[in-house]
């Protein structure tokens, strides 16, 4: 995808986005179950889900859920770049400090 930007910018809605992936760190959500957990609007997710991605935080791929009646839908996961650099942002907060 082109040169990676490290620059995430940390914003309330970035930092429930990463919550969300925190929880299982391993698993993969859609954007539809991310605005179901997060209530984050499609207009301002999708946004945050680009920039993590463009930033190597987020790896991303399309499912086709035809089999199941559905159309197919992409799924983003935590790298372990976006792994570690999420836990840095949290455990930021406990030293006072926003990376």
């Known amino acids: 995808m082109g040169k990676q930007d490290t620059n995430v910018r940390m914003s309330l809605q970035t930092l429930r986005v990463l919550e969300a992936f925190l929880e299982d760190p391993t698993g993969q959500?859609?954007?539809a179950e991310l605005h179901q957990r997060c209530g984050i609007a499609s207009g301002t997710l999708y946004p945050i889900l680009?920039?993590?991605e463009s930033a190597g935080w987020f790896?991303?791929?399309w499912?086709?859920?035809a089999s199941v009646g559905r159309p197919r839908?992409?799924?983003?996961r935590l790298t372990s770049t976006g792994l570690?650099?999420?836990?840095?942002?949290?455990?930021?907060f406990n030293r006072?400090?926003?990376v």
């Open 29 to 31: 959500l859609a954007g």
């Open 50 to 52: 680009l920039r993590l």
């Open 59 to 61: 790896a991303s791929k």
């Open 63 to 65: 499912i086709d859920s």
């Open 73 to 76: 839908r992409r799924v983003y």
């Open 84 to 92: 570690r650099r999420a836990g840095e942002v949290f455990a930021s």
């Open 96 to 98: 006072g400090v926003l």
